[in-house]
């Protein structure tokens, strides 16, 4: 059983930066690429990112090419979220997922078994 606990979320202004964590714990029986999903009311929950096992290989969604940057350390067993110059139109649920059987980039939201609780980023005008 794992479980995956995201930290990092609250309430910004336009322009400023936050940190999404997501931490695993309990068993590490499948480790393979690691990804963050976005959702916002009244739309589809959406892949914004991705990494593979070995930090090597990275995804991102359009809208947050530059802006946004995956990292992992494995050894903390923790995905990080790096979120700067935020819009608006970032607001969102977000929830960190593991456990596809895919060691590369896959932002498919089928292909996950593990979820982050969510974490709730609010960024106001």
């Known amino acids: 059983q794992v479980q995956l606990v995201e930290s990092g979320g609250g309430l910004v202004q336009a322009g400023e930066s936050l940190r999404l964590s997501c931490a695993a714990s309990?068993?590490?029986?499948?480790?393979?690429?690691m990804g963050w999903f976005r959702q916002a009311p009244g739309k589809e929950r959406e892949g914004i990112s991705c990494?593979?096992?070995?930090?090597?290989?990275?995804n991102y969604v359009d809208s947050v090419k530059g802006r946004f940057t995956i990292s992992r350390d494995n050894a903390k067993k923790t995905v990080y979220l790096q979120m700067n110059s935020l819009k608006p139109e970032d607001t969102g649920v977000y929830y960190c997922?593991?456990?596809?059987?895919?060691?590369?980039?896959?932002?498919?939201?089928?292909?996950?078994?593990?979820w982050g609780q969510g974490s709730q980023v609010t960024v106001s005008s």
């Open positions: 309990g068993s590490s029986s499948s480790i393979n690429a």
């Open positions: 997922a593991g456990g596809t059987p895919y060691r590369t980039c896959v932002l498919s939201h089928l292909l996950y078994d593990y």
């Open positions: 990494i593979n096992y070995g930090g090597s290989s990275t």
